[in-house]
C-alpha cells in the first residue's frame, strides 16, 4: 500500500475551518483515500474517501489533487469535540490487501475556545 | 452509519489468565472482520483478518496461538488472549466490513483497553 505523510500535529480556533494535508505520491491508480479519526480511547471513526473527485459529506470534504499525490481533509467549523488523531489511510479497491487499513501516525488535532 | 459493538471495554486480569473480547456487527453481517492493537502514543497494528467460517490469517510477528480468534458467525468474532502477560496489555480494537465491493466503510468497535497485572 502506498506511504502518506501527515504533520504530527496540528491546532485550529474553535469555529474556523481546519485543513488537514496528506501526502501520498507514491498512490497507485486503484488505490483510493480514506480518513478516519481516532478520539482518545475510542475506536477510529470513518470520515470520508474518495478517489479522485473532490468529495463531501455532512461531516467533511476532501480535496484531492489533480495528480492524486496529495491530499486535504476540511472540517468546515470545527468543534472542541473535532480535536483527536487524523488518519490519512490509502488502501486498494481489491487484491490481497482488500480491506486492510494501514495506519501512520496521524495528525494530532486540537481546536481550542 | 453501521454499528460494531466490543466488549468488554476494559477489563483487569492476573498474569497467566486468558481473556476473551467479543466484536458484534449489530446491523449487518461482516464477512471478514479485523483486530488491532494499539499501544499507549501509537498508531494502531493490523494483528489478524478474521473470515467468517475459516482460520484467521496473521500479521507477520503475532503468534496465532496466543491471540485466539474466531469467526464462527457473521456478526460476531472473538479474540482470545491466552496466557496474558504484562507486555500484553493494550488498546485491542476490532473492526469489520460488510461484504461488497471493496469500497465501503470498514466499522470500528470502541475498544478494549487489557490491563494485565
Known amino acids: 500500500d502506498a506511504k502518506t505523510t501527515q504533520p504530527t500535529s496540528m491546532d485550529c480556533a474553535e469555529g474556523r475551518a481546519a485543513n488537514l494535508p496528506c501526502n501520498h505520491s507514491?498512490?497507485?491508480?486503484?488505490?483510493?483515500v480514506y480518513w478516519y479519526r481516532q478520539i482518545h480511547s475510542q475506536g477510529p471513526q470513518y470520515i470520508i474517501h474518495?478517489?479522485?473527485n473532490n468529495e463531501t459529506n455532512e461531516m467533511a470534504s476532501l480535496i484531492i489533487t489533480e495528480d492524486r499525490k496529495s491530499s486535504t481533509l476540511i472540517l468546515p467549523h470545527a468543534t472542541l469535540r473535532d480535536t483527536a488523531v487524523y488518519y490519512c489511510?490509502?488502501?486498494?479497491?481489491?487484491?490481497?490487501?482488500?480491506?486492510?487499513?494501514?495506519f501512520g501516525q496521524g495528525t494530532i488535532l486540537t481546536v481550542h475556545p | 452509519g453501521a454499528v460494531v459493538s466490543q466488549h468488554p471495554s476494559r477489563v483487569i486480569c492476573k498474569s497467566g489468565t486468558s481473556v476473551k473480547i467479543e466484536c458484534r456487527s449489530l446491523d449487518f453481517q461482516a464477512t471478514t472482520m479485523f483486530w488491532y492493537r494499539q499501544f499507549p502514543k501509537q498508531s494502531l497494528m493490523l494483528m489478524a483478518t478474521?473470515?467468517?467460517?475459516?482460520?484467521?490469517?496473521?500479521e507477520q510477528g503475532v503468534e496465532k496461538d496466543k491471540f485466539l480468534i474466531n469467526h464462527a458467525s457473521l456478526t460476531l468474532s472473538t479474540l482470545t488472549v491466552t496466557s496474558a502477560h504484562p507486555e500484553d496489555s493494550s488498546f485491542y480494537i476490532c473492526?469489520?466490513?460488510?461484504?461488497?465491493?471493496?469500497?465501503?466503510?470498514?466499522?470500528f468497535g470502541s475498544g478494549t483497553q487489557l490491563s494485565v497485572l
Open positions: 478474521s473470515n467468517e467460517g475459516s482460520k484467521a490469517t496473521y
Open positions: 473492526s469489520a466490513r460488510e461484504g461488497g465491493t471493496g469500497l465501503e466503510k470498514l466499522f
Open positions: 507514491t498512490i497507485s491508480g486503484n488505490e483510493y
Open positions: 489511510i490509502v488502501r486498494p479497491a481489491g487484491g490481497t490487501s482488500y480491506g486492510k487499513l494501514t
Open positions: 474518495g478517489l479522485k
